[in-house]
């Protein structure tokens, strides 16, 4: 499991397969000066709600993977991550597409 920090102040934690896709999909979007929503569903230990954030180039953000090993890249599902970033609802956790892992589980490019 990976930390992404917003602002110093709130810490969520997400896998580091994750983490790695969302990183790519949060960088471009705030290299691009585009602010936007980032929604995820809360841990049970939390309350097992839902929580957002507004992300903004001008808010400090971090990203700490606990895996030292480099994820390979699933271009489909960077795809789809980056198509729910540029919704209305903003950018949200989704599911790797199915058939997109080789049997080692490494993405199929």
């Known amino acids: ?5 917003y ?9 580091d397969r994750l983490l790695a896709h969302l ?3 949060i960088g471009m979007k705030l290299r691009r000066g585009e602010s936007f929503f ?8 939390v309350g ?3 929580s957002t954030i507004w992300l903004n180039p001008a808010i400090p953000i971090a990203f700490k993977f606990n ?3 480099d994820v390979s890249i699933n271009h489909r599902w960077l795809d789809d991550l980056v198509a729910a970033a540029n919704s ?3 950018l949200r ?10 049997g080692r589980g490494e993405a199929v490019e």
């Open 1 to 5: 499991m990976g930390t992404l920090t």
């Open 7 to 15: 602002d110093s102040t709130m810490k969520v934690d997400f896998d």
């Open 23 to 25: 990183r790519l999909v």
């Open 38 to 45: 980032l929604n995820w569903r809360d841990d049970r230990g």
């Open 48 to 50: 097992d709600g839902s």
């Open 67 to 69: 895996g030292s090993r």
């Open 88 to 90: 209305a609802a903003g």
């Open 93 to 102: 956790p989704v599911p790797e597409p199915e058939g997109s892992r080789n």
